[in-house]
Structures are given as structure tokens and as C-alpha cells.
């Protein structure tokens, strides 16, 4: 563990916190795509599925417990309890686009070809563009609610550090893994307009508009 | 074990 990591765990569980928060307070989820809220409970649930094979540590399964609880209650409270608040005209991204590509490049490319390390790198490549739907729909809606914004800073931040974990982990304990690497770079390359709208406009206290 | 123990990362 290094403090890159901790770091940017820290900025994950506060990004859950902060959409659940977001979603209680305001009894709603608009603005929200629950497409991305499906393929982040998706990435957890392949990733995670070593939660009672592998014990690694208190930290790691607490934490895989976490996020795997927070992603099905973000859902059921999308689709279930908050449902008439759920702007489904705008998050029209067709997961399948998704979804089938991803499944199809996990096959193809992975570090072996076990069942378990399959499902790891399908949710490794899932992560990397489970954002788009909800960066899709903000483009459509050409805004976005301030809460939302520091969600979405959070969660392209935590990645982010953790490109800064990959390097202090390949420098000082000679741990490379080209496939996280890879697929979080272009995670994080996904954000990186949104950052520059939210470090230009959200930190000045304006509310975040995109060229729609 | 090693593949395991790599999976250390969240």
C-alpha cells in the first residue's frame, strides 16, 4: 500500500458517498445516467468475485464489500426507489456498445486464460469507459448539478491516482501491470475535459455548463 | 498464489 493508493481509494469512497448523499438529500437522481451506475456495479461484480477465495486484508475486503454494497443500492435506488426522478431521455447510451466490445477484447487480451482472471480484465476494461453513458448524458443535458460535479472529480480522480500508485509501485517494488495501466490511462483521458470544465468553472463557483 | 497475492489493488 502507498499513499497514492490510499489516496485515491479515499477519493472513490467519497465519490459513492457523495452521489448517495447527492441522491438522499435531493430525493433524486436527475442528472445521473443509471447506465453508468449499472456498469460500475457490473466492474465490482466481476472484479471482486475473489472476496472469499483470496484474503489479502481487512482493508482490501472491507473495501471490496463497500463498493460492491454502495453499487447495488446507487441502482436500486436509480431504478427502484428514486425511479420518477430518473431521466431516462437523456442517458440513452446503448450499453451493448459497450458492453460487447469490452467482453469481446477481455478474451483476447488478458494475462491468463482462467475463468477469474477473464472476468478481472473485462471489468478492468469495463472501468475505463463505464463513465461515458453519464458523460454522454451531461453533454445532451449540457449541465450538470454541482454535487454531481464533485462526484464526478472524485471518481476521475481516483484513478488518476493510481497511475501515480503504478508508477511508485513499478519504481520501488518492480510491480508492473500493463493492462490496469493501459485501460487507466484512458480512463482517466476520459475525464480530462471535464476536469479542465470543473478546475475552470466549478472552482470559481459557477455552476457547470458544457457546449451542449 | 503469487496471481492472488498480485490482485492486491481494488
Redesign the interface.
Known sequence: MNIF?LIG?MS?LLAIVLLLLKMWKTRSCAGISGKSQILFALVFATRYL?LF??F??AY?ST??LF?ISTSLVTVYLMYFKFRATYDANHDTFRLEFLVVPVGGLAFLVN??FSPL?IL?TFSIYLESVAILPQLFMMSKTGEAETITSHYLFALGSYRAL?IL?WVFRYYFEG?F?LI?VVAGCVQTILYCDFFYLYITKVLKGKKLSLPA | YLQAQEKDEL
Open positions: 493508493r481509494d472513490h475473489d477465495t483470496a489479502i486484508s482490501n473495501m471490496k463498493f494475462h491468463n482472471e478481472w493510481y500508485n510491480f501491470d490496469a
